[in-house]
DNA sequence: AGAATTTAATGCGAAGTGGTACAAAATATG
DNA sequence: CATATTTTGTACCACTTCGCATTAAATTCT
C-alpha cells in the first residue's frame, strides 16, 4: 500500500517531516502571522509546492493540527498506563505535556492547539472543530482511566469521573498558557503538582 | 485636571471608547488577522489619527490589554467581596466571566487575554509581559481571598492558599479555552461548579 | 485679526500577502 | 523511444498591509 508507483515525477520531499517543519513556524507565530515564505523557507518547498501537497494555508495549518492531536493522543494513551497508579498516570501527563511545551526558541511555545488555534477559532470554523474535538477527546481519555481508578477502589465512588477529568485538563489548559505567558519550569511543575494532589486527594494509595 | 483645554483643534472622538471598539476587532479576529483598515473602520477614526492618538497597531493592541486587565480586575474585586463566602465568591467570578465569555457573533469570544495575547506572547516581548502581569494578578487576588478563608476557619490550616489560588485560575483559563472552542454554556456552567467545589471542599460553610 | 498648534482627511508608496500560470524536469507506461 | 503524468522552479499577479507625507480644518494664544 505504500510502494504504489506512482506515475509522474517523484516527490523530493517526506510529507511528514515537512509537516512537523511547518508546524514549528505556526507554533512560534500562529497561524494569521505565518506567512507562506515562512513557510517555505522552513520547509525548503517552494509555495507551488507546498500548495499542491497540502491546499492553502488554512488546509495545511489544519494538517498540522491534526498530526499534533494525534500525537498527543498517543502520548497520553502511553501515560495513562492503567497498571500504574492514577497519581502516577496524571503525573506522567503533565510531565510530559511541560516537556514539549517549555521547548522554545526564544520564549516557550506551549500548547500548540490553546497557543494558536484558540485565536483563530472564533472565526475559523473550521479550527474550531478540531480544537474543541481535541479538547474532549482529551477530557475523554482522562475520564476513562478515572472512570476505572472509581472501579478499582482507587478514587471514592462519590467521584465523578467526568468532571474530575475535565478539571484534570484545566490543570493542561493552564499550564499550557503559562508556559506561553512566561512562567518558570519550577511554578508550572508546582502547579501540576498540585493538580495531581487535588484530583487525587481522595485516594488511598 | 480634565478641563486643561489645549491648544490646537481638539479631538473629535472619545479615546476610551475607541479603545473599546479596537479591542472588540482584536477579541474577534486575533492581533495579526486585525488589520488597521478593519480597526479604522470600526472605530471610525482614519489610520493617520489612530496612528496619532495611540501610536503604532502594537501599541493600540496593548492599550486594549491594559484596559480589558484592569476592568477584569475591578470586577474580580468586586465579586470578591469578603463579607460574603469563599463559594460565593468563586461563584460570583466565574459567573462574571461566564458573562463576558459567551457574549459573541459567530461564536463565543472567551477571554481576551487568553484568547489572542498568547499567540501573540512568543514573539512580543511587551505582549508576554502583560499577559503574565496579568495572570498572576489575578492569582494575586485571589489568593489573597483564600489567605483570608483559612484565617477565618472557612478553609482548613493545611490548605495551602497559593496553590488553591493558582488552581482557582486554572478553571478560569479552562473556562476561557473552551468558550472558544465552542462548548455549551451548560459545559461551561458544570466546569465551574466542580471547580468551586473543589477548591471549597474542605469548607465548612 | 493673525500666529501658533493640534487634529483630520486624502492619498501615496514600498513592501509583503496568498495564490497561480507556465515551462522545465523526472518518472511510469505503452 | 514516445507519450502521459506528476512534481519542481521561476516569475508573476492582483491585492492588502502598515506607515507616513502633505494639506486642510479647528481651536487657543498674543
Redesign the interface.
Known amino acids: 500500500m505504500k510502494d504504489e508507483k506512482k506515475r509522474g515525477r517523484p516527490r523530493a520531499f517526506d510529507a511528514k517531516a515537512t509537516l512537523a517543519k511547518a508546524r514549528d513556524v505556526f507554533w512560534?507565530?500562529?497561524f494569521?502571522?505565518a506567512s507562506l515564505d515562512n513557510l517555505s523557507a522552513a520547509t525548503n518547498l517552494n509555495r507551488p509546492s507546498l500548495y499542491g501537497a497540502f491546499g492553502d494555508k488554512e488546509d495545511l495549518y489544519l494538517d498540522t493540527l491534526e498530526g499534533y492531536r494525534q500525537d498527543g493522543m498517543d502520548a497520553l494513551a502511553l501515560a495513562l498506563d492503567p497498571s500504574l497508579p492514577l497519581r502516577d498516570n496524571l503525573a506522567r501527563v503533565y510531565e510530559g505535556a511541560l516537556a514539549v511545551y517549555l521547548h522554545?526558541e526564544?520564549?516557550?511555545?506551549?500548547c500548540l492547539l490553546?497557543?494558536?488555534a484558540?485565536?483563530?477559532?472564533?472565526?475559523r470554523e473550521r479550527v474550531?472543530?478540531v480544537?474543541?474535538r481535541s479538547?474532549s477527546d482529551f477530557d475523554g481519555e482522562i475520564e476513562k482511566r478515572i472512570r476505572l481508578a472509581v472501579e478499582s477502589g482507587e478514587l471514592s465512588e462519590s467521584a465523578?469521573p467526568q468532571?474530575?477529568a475535565?478539571?484534570a485538563?484545566?490543570?493542561m489548559?493552564?499550564l499550557a498558557?503559562?508556559a506561553?505567558?512566561?512562567?518558570s519550569r519550577e511554578t508550572l511543575e508546582?502547579?501540576a503538582r498540585?493538580?495531581v494532589e487535588?484530583i487525587c486527594?481522595s485516594a488511598r494509595s
Open positions: 512560534d507565530r500562529g494569521a502571522a522554545g526564544t520564549a516557550a511555545r506551549g490553546i497557543g494558536t484558540t485565536v483563530e477559532a472564533v472565526e474550531r472543530e480544537l474543541g479538547l465523578d468532571m474530575l475535565r478539571l485538563s484545566a490543570v489548559h493552564s498558557v503559562r506561553r505567558a512566561g512562567d508546582a502547579i498540585s493538580g487535588l486527594g
